[in-house]
Each structure stands twice: as structure tokens, then as C-alpha cells.
């Protein structure tokens, strides 16, 4: 008998008994009903297909914006960014902490400058955009608006999505900055200013994808990531906020894996279990606060080196799993990314990988089409009750919060790595050109590299940048954003003022570390 990715058994053989007793109108209902187990909208895909976002960013702005504009000719529609390691930490690209950073992992963006050049040419009124960026995710936000209004674009016409998920960040990333109390309470701030400025943007993005990467099971992945977002929930509605004024915008972001048939029970059983909580723990009455939307990408932890053109046969099935599974939309990684920054052919061939499944398959033409699967349903109730035991033991050690601070997540997670490791070097679990079907000798291969000039290039800019702005607005509004930090009202107002007048990223977090101090992370052993 195989054993499921989240460790309970799958079957050889499932038959009516398995859902004997099971109720499909409670269980399923209709899509785009609750409990939204079949999917957020009544027609999915069959009206129109999933939003194709590729998650592209290296270098310059300049350079990521040719890339950009070259995947929205090719048919992609919606953009995802990725910053550099600096820019996700705050700090500016000529900071000493940034040295050998910058624009590796993604594209430094230093200042409001950078991010007209990185979306020049790109209509923001036209165009989705998703930031995956989280403890600075205001600063970029604000950024973004502010190009938009430079490019007359209304901040009511803007869409897109923001990750601003920095509780994952303790948990299994690191890109944190603040301590979680400050953390949560700029979050909060994103939702208020946004409900008011920016109405039709996604607040945030509970991000599940990275702990997957970490090594969480699928189980591991809904649950901490759905007490993540309870976390957030309550954190607005301490905040004063109404449960349906922020919650519509609410979005997640979750991995596909090539274990199809769990993964299409993952998705199903997270919807179910969100739509549950919002109604009977928070008493939302709005249905798209009761929905999880959500975006995922491809697993690039399961992406080799090796034989590296097997990728796309994998990111094929995964991606195949997030559509079965009704997402909202998706990026398929490069072929070749667990060898170095994706190159143009291998992210066009990313981008094409949707489109055929999009175009030439039937997969469209019907909603949730694994539905009354004996399979699939006795699936999404396995995971169903391993997430909810998992949400309880969270829950008994006080909520997400607390149970960051005692390591309980990072240490579940760490045991799971562990034992799916195990479980490839032993053999029980294959990795096609790793651990069976080897090559003699690997074909060679030329990946895309980044020029190390950029670091200088950009510290000629920033050095430019300081030298024609007003250093008096900068100081003054630098300052405002202090105050307002040491009192409750919303930080990113002062922010945008500072931001406007060309401060710099690092030079805004720099202002909020001065008052709220940075998360040094305490080893539990």
C-alpha cells in the first residue's frame, strides 16, 4: 500500500464503501458555493482560463522589464515579481549587507526611480501584478501606486497582489525584518490602506509554497498556513476592522507537486476547511470573505540538476494538479531553475506548458471534474482531518504566534525534510536522474548569469539619487513616518510621503528598525 506525501495510506483500490455514509451536498455543494469545496466560481474555467503569471525578475529593473514585456507579448497575463535578497531584507543595493546580493535572486529595486523603470511601457491599469515581498511588502506597495499615479493610472484601478505573509517568514524563509507584534500590525495597516486606496488590490498572500520548500508535507502546508491566516484575521479584527470589509481581499499562495491526485485533494480541502472558519469562527457573511483564492506555483523543490529537460515533463504534471485543483492562477517554473535563474527560452517554454493546457486539452471545458472521484473525495477527506489536527495542536499552544515562538512549526517541518531525505537515499521514494535512471555523464549546460557589475551600477544610481533629492523633504518625511510608528495610527501614509520624495527603500526600514527594533530568532534545541 503507497503511502500519501501527508503520511496516511492511499489505497490500490477505492469503491463506494469509501464514501459510504458521505453526504455530497454538505461535503461538495455547488461551485462557486459554499463550502467552496468544488471551486470559487459557479463556471471556473470554462468561461475563462486561470491568470498565467510568470515570476520573473534578475538584475536591473531595465533588464527584468524586458523580460516582462517580452512575456506579456508571448501571452502571459499577469506579471509576479521577484526582488533581490537586499530588497526583500530592506536595505539599498550600496549597504554593506547587501554586497553580493544584488539582483541575484531577483531585481533590486532601491527607490521609486527603480520601479518606473522596472514597469516602463507596462500599462499598471492593464496589467496584474503580484510583489512577492513580505516584511517590506508596504514599501513596494506604495512604490507601485506611486508609478501608477505617474502613469495617470486611478490607485481604484489597480490589481494585483502583494505577499505581506512575514509569519511564514519566522516559520521557514528568514526574509524577516521586524518582530512578529510590529510585523502584524503593518499588515494590518496594508489592509485599512488599502480598503480605502487601493480597493480592488489583494492584500495579502498566505504563503504555504515556501514551507513546502522547507520540506512540509501537504498536511503541514494547509495547516500552518491557514493558522497563518487566522492569525492575520484576528489581528485586523483586534484592529477595529469589520471581518467583510478585508477579508474578500485575502489570498493564498500554495506549491503544486507532481503527487497529483493528493494535490487536487489538498487544494479541495483547503477551500473547504477556509470557507468553515470564516463563517462559523469569524461569522463572515460575505461569500468572498468565505472564499480561498488562491495562486500557486510549480514545486521547485522537486526540480533536479540533473537531466535537467525532465523539469518540464514534472512542472507539466504539477501544473496540471493546480488546474484539477482550481486555482486562480499559476507559474510554471523554468526547466532549468535548480541550476540558476531561469533563461528566456526556458521561461517561455514555462509560459507555453499553460498555454497547451490551457488551449489544447479539455481540461476547461468542466468544472472540478474529479468531483464524486471515490479516489479523490476519500482524499480530500484524508487531508481534510490531518490539516484540522494539525490547526488543533496550533491552536493548543495558544495560535500561529505562539507557536512560532516555541519553534513548533520549524520543527514539524524540519522532521518531514527529514524523512522525505530518508526516504531518497534510501530508494523507497524515486527521483528520476538522482536516484535511479542516472546518466554516465551529464550533457553540459549554459545557465544564465548575472553580471556582477550591476552592484556598482546601482550604487552609482543610488549616489545620484541622494545628490538631486531634497534632503530636508526626505528628512522631514522620514521623520513623520517615526512618529507615526511610535503611536497606532497607519504607518503607510507617512510612508508614501516619504517614498514620494524619493527616499529610499533601506532608508524607510531603517526608519522603522529605529523604532521597532529587528526579530533576532532564539534557537530551541
Known sequence: MAAAESGFPIEPLYGP?????WD?????????????????????????PWTMRQY???GTAAESNARYRRLI???GTG??????LPTQMGYDSDAPRAAGEVGKVGVAVDSVEDMAVLFDGIPLGAVSTSMTINAPAAVLLLLYQLVGEAQGVASSALTGTVQNDVLKEYIARGTYIFPPEPSLRLAADVFRYCRAEIPRWNTISVSGYHMAEAGADPAQEVAFTLANGIAYVRTALAAGMAVDDFAPRLSFFFVARTTLLEEVAKFRAARRIWARIMREEFGAKDPRSQMLRFHTQTAGVQLTAQQPEVNLVRVSVQALAAVFGGTQSLHTNGFDEAIALPTEK?????????????HETDVTATVDPFAGSYAVESLT???????????????EQGGAVAAIERGFQKGEIERSAYRI?????SGERTVVGVNRFRLDEEEPYQPLRVDPAIERRQAGRLARLRAERSGRAVTRTLDALRRTAEGPSNVLYPMKEALAARATVGEVCDALRGVWGTYVPVERF
Open 73 to 75: 507579448e508571448g501571452g
Open 421 to 425: 531525505q530518508q526516504r531518497t537515499d
Open 24 to 48: 455530497p451536498a454538505a461535503r461538495l455543494g455547488r461551485p462557486g458555493e459554499y463550502p467552496y469545496t468544488r471551486g470559487v466560481h459557479p463556471t471556473m474555467y470554462t468561461g475563462r
Open 346 to 358: 526556458a521561461a517561455r517554454l514555462a509560459l507555453r506548458t499553460q498555454q497547451v493546457l490551457a
Open 381 to 395: 477527506d484524508a487531508v481534510e482531518e490531518s490539516v484540522l489536527a494539525l490547526l488543533a495542536r496550533v491552536e
Open 56 to 58: 520573473a525578475g534578475f
Open 79 to 84: 506579471l509576479s515579481v521577484a526582488f533581490d
Open 17 to 21: 464503501e469509501a464514501l459510504a455514509g
